[in-house]
């Protein structure tokens, strides 16, 4: 079996003196389907780098122990991640930027934005299931942004569909070229470890949850005689699917799979702590450093010498004790260092940050300086939005985050009228966050919530009375769609206002404005939508959002 070619770091050339950081720097999110052993891998990455000593389980609900990235109370109850979750680490003098993404297709939103702040994903894929529907959905925003991604394949130590059939799928349904980094010899019961064709080696299995073991069984040359004698016919097997796939299968090519076009595949068992290793690996010398950011004005580089950065994720009640909010911020461009004056550009604010802080899921510790690619947290009481841009200066505005229209809708009223206030200031630092969306009628005083799926009510409830002291009420309204509003007449800025506000006059009994004040008509039907548009021509009607003016990316809303 030939030995595929070596690989080395994707190259940066650097400008000045960040280079060096930049080039350090790996931020990547975990991406997969619910179950597929997503939040487990998470765990055992953290593991193998050294950043935590013990895993917890996801299954063990009725232990002390749980999965470091799922720290919400509800999260634990479950065992389920609902919020993206963010870990920093220090691996062979790399800092990789983690971002464990929620499964579940009700949050896929949260994990969508997130997705705008990494430079690469690693998709779980469970052996049994194969490719799954969400991930389907995830890989089409990666694909949109020609993110590049690496697969894990999980669970071989189960009895699981054979390597060449999920190769095989994840090439048909996926639409990329797969390229095998290690291959499994057996499975279940038989599983016998990974043949590393990277190595050239086998990294023989062996059971095991909780803790790293330095003495990994290896054996040298892929075809050792002794492979062949402790592994019998599954090493032959797993030899000549080997052979067939390095004859029938493209090479690896760096280029295509910066583009988002190939992905090397991995395969292991992450609850038993296999395969991990060369994943990390993996991360490190494929996936590429920070590179440049758009934004509306011009293209940012990451080693530019000015500080930038842009707030994709806000997450309210980190600290209970405290209700505080923090703003999560990927470092575009430049330098950070606590205390520098910084800009919000949509509101023209100063900010002077001196507790900015580094995450181990909800362990925090406080920074002196972050670099592009870096995930930081700024304490934030309102200041920020999702989709803001920090400079210090310089009138940008990062584009691409992006807001779905909701697909169910609830009315929410407080259960305690005395609880009112507690509920208006839950529900705005949860629209803030958007963990769901709020709507204010512009006619009416009863709150709107929508969301993507039934999951983030509960979970929204579950945080009123737990986070904020207030049962709330939600109860079925009768919107089923929604569309944020402009105008668009072709006469000027002062023409598309007055035309804006002479719809939302004529249709205030179904208009209500978001979170951030955009104007959103709700309806019944989807039929009223098409009556709408024919009778207001110069009326747009966006099915997706940006924070930056109502920017839209048709490639997502497709």
Known sequence: MSALPPITPAPSTPQNALGPQVRRRRTFAIISHPDAGKTTLTEKLLLFSGAIQIAGSVKARKASRHATSDWMEIEKQRGISVASSVMQMEYRDCVINLLDTPGHQDFSEDTYRVLTAVDAALMVIDAANGVEPQTRRLLQVCRARNTPILTFVNKMDREVQEPLTLMDEIERELGMGVV??????????????????????????????????????????????????????????????????????????????????????????????????????????????????????????????????????????????HRDRIAFLRVASGRFERGMRLKVTRSGKELRPNTVVTFMSQRRELLDEAFAGDIIGIPNHGVLQLGDTLTEGEALQFTGLPFFAPEMFRSVEVADPLRTKQLRAGLTQLGEEGAIQVFRPVAGSVLLLGAVGQLQFEVVAHRLEHEYGCKARIMPARYNVARWVTSETGDGAAADERELKRFIDGNSHRVALDAVDAPTVLLEYAGELRAMQENWPKIKFHALREHAGLVFQKQLEG
Do not use: C, H
């Not at 097997?237 to 090519?253: N, R, S, T």
């Open 180 to 321: 095998p980094f290690t291959w499994p010899v057996g499975m279940g019961k038989l599983f016998g470890g990974v043949l590393d064709l990277r190595k050239q080696q086998m990294r023989v299995f062996s059971p095991g949850e909780d803790r790293d073991r330095d003495a990994d069984d290896i054996i040298d040359g892929l075809a050792n005689p002794l492979l062949a004698t402790r592994f019998g016919g599954a090493y032959e097997q797993a030899a000549g699917e080997v052979e067939l796939v390095q004859g029938a299968a493209p090479a690896f090519d760096e280029a295509e799979f910066l583009a988002g076009r190939q992905t090397p595949m991995f395969f292991g068992s992450a609850i038993n702590n296999f395969g991990v290793r060369e994943v990390l690996d993996a991360l490190v010398d494929l996936a590429p450093p920070p590179g440049q950011r758009s934004s509306i004005q011009r293209v940012v580089q990451p080693d530019e010498a000015k500080f930038t950065g842009v707030v994709f994720k806000i997450q309210a009640n980190m600290d209970p004790a």
